[in-house]
């Protein structure tokens, strides 16, 4: 059974800095699009940030702030979030080859 399990999450104050993290099992990353995600109360799940084998895409608003990243020898897959904003607070989920998801992190942006 596939599992995806993301890390990292945590409270920050705005223009502060984490880093996600996604583990997965029993798939690789480097052989599917890797997805990261992003649910805000009483708000659609959205997607954030994506990368495939040649490429990476990203919500325009978090371009220039957020860089998602992979090591396949890990199998590993990274969200690098800069100049945290409040509107950045949502539970943050990875998601493979637009089928698997893991159970998510939580990420505040609060002072």
């Given at each position: 059974q596939v599992q995806l399990v993301e890390s990292g999450?945590?409270?920050v104050q705005p223009g502060g800095s984490l880093?996600?993290?996604c583990?997965?099992?029993?798939i690789s990353f480097s052989t599917f699009a890797v997805?990261?995600?992003?649910?805000?109360?009483?708000?659609?799940?959205e997607l954030v940030a994506r990368i495939t084998t040649g490429?990476?895409?990203y919500l325009d608003s978090v371009k220039g702030r957020f860089t998602i990243s992979r090591d396949?020898?890990?199998n590993m897959v990274y969200l690098?979030?800069?100049n945290l904003k409040p509107e950045d607070t949502a539970v943050y989920y990875c998601n493979v080859g637009g089928?698997?998801?893991g159970q998510g992190t939580q990420v505040t942006v609060s002072s």
């Open positions: 999450g945590g409270l880093r996600l993290a583990a997965a099992s029993r997805g990261w995600y992003r649910q805000a109360p009483g708000k659609q799940r490429s990476t895409n396949n020898a890990k690098q979030m800069n089928s698997f998801w």
